[in-house]
């Protein structure tokens, strides 16, 4: 697998593919024991399209629905931990999105319109009306074309450090590539991302990303390097988001680049590679904070930033994430 951008890193894939696991057209897939997942969650295959099945976790609870939608390169066992802050209130579902996990990969419909369309086969399927969508990275696009084209399914919207990225700087910022050992167990590869782009996810996630050797060696990924690909090329082309026309309230919650902040690999780089970084490092910066200005325009109440938290903002910083969207899905505080 090629080594991707800085925008393939930061905008929600697994850490492990941004920094590229070898090509496994080849391989057998044997899980690790460390794979078994215990979540008490319910998984259903729903289909949307003609040969097209999504992985849906249902996580249980009761009362409106929530739905979780997740970065590019994720699976809905990315939230594995992070629905049970809900599940007091709401029926909480997580949907794989077409090419990721378990989910089939067909060749095409990887566009934001035909995503939104499968998220509302799902709402369909499962007999729910309204919901609430709550999306990472990459799922910005489609919580606003869930917005703009099927105002009355959705309630509110919840963007996790989900920017528009229209407009994105093109440079590619390089994180070091991992070595041999980094790919020797999924343990090592997580100690890796959690030290080169400070995330570790929920083990699930990671082995429904992944394929490994009887040896519990990582020897590449479910998904093939063209499907997200298609994704990221087709989300820099539309225009920014008029966020006027999209009537139902929603809430930001952004992890905004400074410039003395980098990133967490930025330690890691070797100086003639720390120079090229600061050299282009200014154009992301500037354009983070014009997208998180554009949401922020009428709403400001509820957008809310940690300024340099990892990417993954509802695993490292839960605590905060949870209480501003609590309070804004009206959720009533413990007494």
Known sequence: MKRQSLQLALFGTLALLAFGAPSAAWATDHKPAVCEDHTPHKVR??????????E???????????????????????????????????????????????????????????????????LDEFGIDKAVFV??????????????????????????DALDRAEAPREELLPPPLTDDDF?????SQAAGARLVGN??????????????????????????????????????????NWR??????????APFTREGRQAYYWYLSPAKQAEF?????????????????????NTANTFQLPDA??????????????WMREFLGIPPRS
């Open 310 to 323: 990892p990417h993954y903002v509802y695993i490292n910083n839960e605590a905060e994430v949870v209480r």
């Open 245 to 254: 026309k999209i009537r139902a309230p929603r809430l930001g919650i952004f």
């Open 184 to 188: 020797s167990s999924l343990r090592a």
């Open 135 to 160: 999306g990472h990275s990459i799922a910005g696009s489609e919580l606003s074309q869930l917005g703009l084209a099927y105002p009355h399914r959705v309630d509110k919207l919840v963007y996790l």
């Open 56 to 122: 849906v976790l249902d996580f249980g609870g009761s009362g409106d629905a929530m739905v979780l939608l997740t970065g590019i390169g994720d699976n809905a066992h990315v939230y594995d931990d992070f629905a049970y802050q809900f599940t007091d209130f709401f029926r909480v579902i997580g949907i794989t999105r077409r090419g990721f996990g378990a989910s089939d990969q067909p060749p095409g419909g990887y566009d934001v319109r035909t995503r939104a369309r499968d998220d509302i086969a799902v």
């Open 278 to 298: 600061d050299a282009a490092w200014g154009p992301w910066v500037a354009w983070e904070r014009k997208a998180i200005g554009r949401f922020a325009e009428g």
């Open 200 to 241: 570790r996810e929920p083990n699930a996630a990671d082995c429904n990303a992944l394929l490994f050797d009887r040896s519990g060696r990582i020897v590449g990924s479910v998904t093939p390097d063209e499907i997200p690909a298609k994704i990221r090329a087709e989300a820099g082309k539309p225009p920014p988001t």
């Open 45 to 54: 295959f729903v289909k949307v399209a003609p040969g097209v099945q999504l």
